[in-house]
């Protein structure tokens, strides 16, 4: 039996070429982009599960809150005093580590490279991840000071073919480090990926932190510190310890202004987006975003196929009366039925399969992953795939196998099913589920292209364009004044300013601001962000003034005592007009002096975050970062002439250069993918419903085949048939474009809320959705209804 269903099935692909044509494209595509958004969402999950301790592996983190108990910073890091004493304390703790990021510059030989993910890491390190160590005892690797170990792409960076083991490499022009071991690079599905690993015990030299501040410095959280807990521990039960264990140890009232807390490892990756992480994480939202899309899509491809089977029921209903009338019981039919739309789905999944290999690349391009084609021969997720493909067949038949089965011989002979088809209630609500699906995906499209037009746009407050960004160092290791007037000396360089972070970075520094009160000076019931600038800062960023003045030579106070605010911090401190600020004393951290300048509000960070309140100082011996000003007139000749000035001030070092618009570019790289995303899905969605259009436009002209012909005889005219044809679909598509558009506007409000600074959906938006959707439904109606109102009258009455 199963065998003549299969016969029958390859004869009705065979015989209606064009329908089958169309249905195997669409679930094909339908598949291919089930498919290619499942892999992603699989990578997106599996992140830091290779370890074999994942499920008992936490981060510590530590928030600090304001005076009125609101978070101010969030930190995935911590001091490096806690990973000791929460050892000490918390003897259940089975394993803590930590580790410090120390990217910088590394020598052998000639081969000299500035490296980031180079991590000072504790020696039990390996009893807490999954490394693979190729050479050297993880036991020991990184029990001794000075002691390195480098993963095996780095080992063959720097030695090539030697063993690098007992090697000694430089790093920093400061210290020797001798390399103990090689490892393999974590997987890409890592939240932080090190090449390098320091052994923390070298940390307890003054050259690179000192033992002292591994001891007692609370106020440093930089150090990553991560916890392995014992089997079906709560780890609630060490963050209620938590708020008595930070006063037995800072402070009697650390607990009301620090938090602790933990973090899962596996869900890290999904679940956590604090001012400051290891290297940028994904968003849970984004894996229900594109997993809703993927479903979507195949929901789509499945009403065609639905409503194509419709634009054959009456001939296929034909066929099931005379098999009722011959003896055939329904269950026979509906496995008839269901046996057809099972090899249909079968044949789509071969090409939807192809598709996955030519479009994985692409995918794999802007999404930044290295997803391969081999996950989908995983036996878990290859028997999901199969699963998916069965339920898929099954849905897709369901329409024909169990409503065309369900017509009594009697009504299809008298012509009462084709009557009931052409008025068909569920065939208009699937056409209107596909359009609203495939509307929702182009609201969407438009409003994340409107906002990263208006983040384009968006006036910073200061010049990011032509702005060269060079991480120099201190004043103690380099002869600043010298290299300014060297780098000066050509005509393209407009300015050269200093600071210790630069725009694009989060704003983590934070000491605590004191201004006066009555005749004394009290701590400011808001935090204060602290940057360190140089008086070249301002002017080379070309950030305006609100009142006062710059930091000047000409004040020898400005330096140990100067403060510049922002329009921000000066509202937020109490003072109603920028210029009541000039002269008052100030205090921030140790310091205390006056205030002599405040800038107008400046867009330091992504326009995620609101203007933060910030006090800068000129401290020179943390001014890091180089920002050279070039004019556009000749940038190459610019860049050239201060690679020249590098390369003579720092024979040893690299020549290494950021543009800034390029790194405010990455803090939106995540929204240009899914606006991309979204482009490609809802034109995909748009193609998918069209083609069911025209299968359904098929289906009327089918229907409609006679009373076409009596209009014609009647003198009704090719537009007005036309019309008459395409009115019914444009009403349905009208339909959902009501129905998506406030669907659509309520997600993507909520999405505008991830930036602090956003567009308005305005009703063009929606409007642009409607235009483009009826005009591509009507484009894809018009063929067949001038096709079906130029055909001979006279055929079609005779047909009848």
Same mark, same amino acid.
Request: proline fraction near 3%; charge should be positive.
């Given at each position: 039996?199963?065998? @003549?269903?299969?016969?029958?099935?390859?004869?009705?692909?065979?015989?209606? /070429?064009? +329908? =089958? %044509?169309?249905? !195997?494209? *669409?679930?094909?595509?339908?598949?291919?982009?089930?498919?290619?958004?499942?892999?992603?969402?699989?990578?997106?999950?599996?992140?830091?599960?290779?370890?074999?301790?994942?499920?008992?592996?936490?981060?510590?983190?530590?928030?600090?809150?304001?005076?009125?108990?609101?978070?101010?910073?969030?930190?995935?890091?911590?001091?490096?005093?806690?990973?000791?004493?929460?050892?000490?304390?918390?003897?259940?703790?089975?394993?803590?580590?930590?580790?410090?990021?120390?990217?910088?510059?590394?020598?052998?030989?000639?081969?000299?490279? @500035?490296?980031?993910?180079?991590?000072?890491?504790?020696?039990?390190?390996? /009893?807490? +991840? =999954? %490394?693979?160590? !190729?050479? *050297?005892?993880?036991?020991?690797?990184?029990?001794?000071?000075?002691?390195?170990?480098?993963?095996?792409?780095?080992?063959?960076?720097?030695?090539?073919?030697?063993?690098?083991?007992?090697?000694?490499?430089?790093?920093?022009?400061?210290?020797?480090?001798?390399?103990?071991?090689?490892?393999?690079?974590?997987?890409?599905?890592?939240?932080?990926?090190?090449?390098?690993?320091?052994?923390?015990?070298?940390?307890?030299?003054?050259?690179?932190?000192?033992?002292?501040?591994?001891?007692?410095?609370?106020?440093?959280?930089?150090?990553?510190?991560?916890?392995?807990?014992?089997?079906?521990?709560?780890?609630? /039960?060490?963050?209620?310890?938590?708020?008595?264990?930070?006063?037995?140890?800072?402070?009697?009232?650390?607990?009301?202004?620090?938090?602790?807390?933990?973090?899962?490892?596996?869900?890290?990756?999904?679940?956590?987006?604090?001012?400051?992480?290891?290297?940028?994480?994904?968003?849970?939202?984004?894996?229900?975003?594109?997993?809703?899309?993927?479903?979507?899509?195949?929901?789509?491809?499945?009403?065609?196929?639905?409503?194509?089977?419709?634009?054959?029921?009456?001939?296929?209903?034909?066929?099931?009366?005379?098999?009722?009338?011959?003896?055939?019981?329904?269950?026979?039919?509906?496995?008839?039925?269901?046996?057809?739309?099972?090899?249909?789905?079968?044949?789509?999944?071969?090409?939807?399969?192809?598709?996955?290999?030519?479009?994985?690349?692409?995918?794999?391009?802007?999404?930044?992953?290295?997803?391969?084609?081999?996950?989908?021969?995983?036996?878990?997720?290859?028997?999901?795939?199969?699963?998916?493909?069965?339920?898929?067949?099954?849905?897709?038949?369901?329409?024909?196998?169990?409503?065309?089965?369900?017509?009594?011989?009697?009504?299809?002979?008298?012509?009462?099913?084709?009557?009931?088809?052409?008025?068909?209630?569920?065939?208009?609500?699937?056409?209107?589920?596909?359009?609203?699906?495939?509307?929702?995906?182009?609201?969407?499209?438009?409003?994340?292209?409107?906002?990263?037009?208006?983040?384009?746009?968006?006036?910073?407050?200061?010049?990011?364009?032509?702005?060269?960004?060079?991480?120099?160092?201190?004043?103690?290791?380099?002869?600043?004044?010298?290299?300014?007037?060297?780098?000066?000396?050509?005509?393209?360089?407009?300015?050269?300013?200093?600071?210790?972070?630069?725009?694009?970075?989060?704003?983590?520094?934070?000491?605590?601001?004191?201004?006066?009160?009555?005749?004394?000076?009290?701590?400011?019931?808001?935090?204060?962000?602290?940057?360190?600038?140089?008086?070249?800062?301002?002017?080379?960023?070309?950030?305006?003034?609100?009142?006062?003045?710059?930091?000047?030579?000409?004040?020898?106070?400005?330096?140990?005592?100067?403060?510049?605010?922002?329009?921000?911090?000066?509202?937020?401190?109490?003072?109603?007009?920028?210029?009541?600020?000039?002269?008052?004393?100030?205090?921030?951290?140790?310091?205390?002096?006056?205030?002599?300048?405040?800038?107008?509000?400046?867009?330091?960070?992504?326009?995620?975050?609101?203007?933060?309140?910030?006090?800068?100082?000129?401290?020179?011996?943390?001014?890091?970062?180089?920002?050279?000003?070039?004019?556009?007139?000749?940038?190459?000749?610019?860049?050239?002439?201060?690679?020249?000035?590098?390369?003579?001030?720092?024979?040893?070092?690299?020549?290494?250069?950021?543009?800034?618009?390029?790194?405010?570019?990455?803090?939106?790289?995540?929204?240009?993918?899914?606006?991309?995303?979204?482009?490609?899905?809802?034109?995909?969605?748009?193609?998918?419903?069209?083609?069911?259009?025209?299968?359904?436009?098929?289906?009327?002209?089918?229907?409609?085949?006679?009373?076409?012909?009596?209009?014609?005889?009647?003198?009704?005219?090719?537009?007005?048939?036309?019309?008459?044809?395409?009115?019914?679909?444009?009403?349905?598509?009208?339909?959902?474009?009501?129905?998506?558009?406030?669907?659509?506007?309520?997600?993507?409000?909520?999405?505008?809320?991830?930036?602090?600074?956003?567009?308005?959906?305005?009703?063009?938006?929606?409007?642009?959705?409607?235009?483009?959707?009826?005009?591509?439904?009507?484009?894809?109606?018009?063929?067949?209804?001038?096709?079906?109102?130029?055909?001979?009258?006279?055929?079609?009455?005779?047909?009848?």
């Amino acid at each position: 039996m199963f065998q @003549n269903y299969l016969k029958i099935a390859v004869r009705n692909l065979l015989k209606h /070429k064009t +329908f =089958s %044509f169309i249905n !195997i494209s *669409g679930v094909a595509i339908g598949l291919a982009c089930f498919l290619l958004l499942s892999l992603y969402v699989k990578d997106e999950l599996s992140y830091d599960r290779f370890h074999a301790n994942a499920e008992r592996i936490y981060r510590l983190n530590r928030t600090f809150l304001s005076k009125d108990g609101t978070e101010s910073l969030r930190l995935g890091h911590a001091a490096p005093p806690f990973g000791p004493l929460v050892k000490q304390d918390f003897p259940e703790v089975e394993q803590v580590v930590r580790m410090l990021e120390m990217g910088g510059l590394i020598e052998y030989g000639e081969n000299i490279y @500035n490296e980031g993910n180079v991590f000072a890491a504790e020696a039990n390190i390996f /009893k807490l +991840f =999954s %490394f693979k160590v !190729i050479q *050297g005892n993880p036991d020991k690797a990184l029990e001794n000071p000075f002691s390195i170990m480098f993963s095996k792409k780095m080992a063959e960076k720097y030695f090539g073919k030697e063993n690098p083991i007992g090697k000694t490499v430089k790093l920093e022009n400061h210290f020797d480090c001798t390399v103990t071991g090689v490892f393999e690079s974590l997987p890409s599905q890592s939240h932080f990926h090190p090449e390098a690993l320091i052994s923390f015990s070298t940390l307890n030299d003054g050259r690179v932190y000192g033992a002292e501040g591994l001891r007692s410095n609370w106020g440093n959280n930089s150090f990553s510190t991560f916890l392995l807990l014992p089997k079906n521990y709560d780890p609630q /039960k060490l963050v209620k310890a938590f708020p008595a264990f930070q006063n037995r140890h800072i402070d009697t009232n650390a607990s009301t202004y620090s938090v602790l807390n933990l973090t899962k490892l596996t869900d890290i990756h999904l679940h956590s987006h604090l001012d400051s992480e290891i290297e940028s994480n994904g968003d849970i939202q984004y894996v229900y975003l594109f997993s809703a899309i993927a479903i979507f899509i195949l929901v789509i491809a499945c009403i065609n196929y639905m409503n194509l089977a419709t634009a054959r029921s009456a001939t296929r209903a034909k066929e099931v009366g005379m098999r009722k009338v011959i003896g055939a019981v329904r269950h026979q039919l509906i496995r008839q039925f269901l046996s057809e739309s099972i090899l249909l789905v079968v044949v789509s999944l071969f090409f939807a399969i192809v598709l996955v290999v030519i479009c994985l690349p692409f995918l794999n391009d802007f999404t930044q992953k290295q997803l391969s084609f081999n996950a989908l021969l995983d036996p878990l997720f290859l028997s999901i795939v199969l699963a998916i493909t069965l339920f898929t067949g099954v849905i897709a038949g369901s329409y024909p196998a169990f409503f065309m089965t369900s017509f009594q011989p009697l009504s299809v002979f008298k012509g009462r099913v084709a009557s009931a088809l052409k008025n068909g209630k569920l065939r208009q609500g699937l056409v209107v589920t596909q359009f609203a699906i495939a509307v929702v995906l182009i609201i969407c499209t438009a409003v994340v292209y409107n906002q990263m037009k208006y983040v384009k746009n968006y006036k910073l407050g200061f010049s990011k364009d032509q702005m060269v960004l060079l991480r120099a160092g201190s004043d103690s290791v380099i002869n600043y004044e010298s290299i300014k007037q060297q780098l000066k000396a050509n005509s393209n360089i407009v300015e050269v300013g200093r600071s210790s972070r630069v725009p694009s970075g989060r704003l983590l520094d934070s000491w605590e601001a004191y201004v006066m009160k009555g005749d004394s000076m009290a701590p400011a019931d808001i935090g204060v962000k602290s940057l360190s600038v140089d008086e070249d800062f301002i002017p080379a960023y070309q950030i305006e003034m609100a009142a006062g003045r710059n930091f000047s030579k000409a004040f020898s106070t400005d330096k140990t005592n100067g403060f510049i605010l922002n329009e921000t911090a000066v509202k937020q401190l109490g003072w109603k007009n920028p210029g009541d600020a000039i002269g008052a004393r100030f205090g921030y951290g140790e310091i205390r002096g006056q205030i002599v300048g405040v800038t107008k509000d400046y867009h330091f960070e992504s326009l995620h975050q609101k203007v933060a309140p910030i006090a800068m100082f000129a401290q020179t011996d943390r001014l890091g970062w180089m920002s050279v000003h070039i004019s556009g007139g000749n940038i190459k000749e610019a860049l050239a002439h201060i690679e020249s000035v590098w390369q003579r001030q720092f024979p040893d070092r690299p020549f290494e250069y950021e543009f800034l618009d390029q790194k405010f570019g990455v803090l939106y790289a995540t929204e240009q993918t899914q606006q991309l995303l979204f482009g490609i899905f809802s034109g995909i969605a748009i193609f998918i419903s069209c083609m069911g259009l025209l299968g359904l436009s098929i289906f009327v002209a089918e229907i409609r085949t006679k009373e076409i012909g009596v209009r014609k005889v009647l003198g009704a005219s090719i537009a007005s048939l036309v019309i008459m044809l395409s009115n019914d679909f444009l009403k349905l598509v009208i339909i959902a474009i009501i129905v998506a558009s406030p669907i659509a506007w309520y997600a993507m409000n909520n999405w505008l809320q991830n930036f602090a600074y956003h567009t308005n959906i305005n009703w063009g938006v929606f409007m642009f959705a409607a235009f483009i959707s009826i005009a591509i439904a009507l484009f894809t109606i018009s063929f067949q209804s001038i096709k079906a109102a130029l055909m001979n009258p006279v055929k079609s009455l005779k047909s009848e």
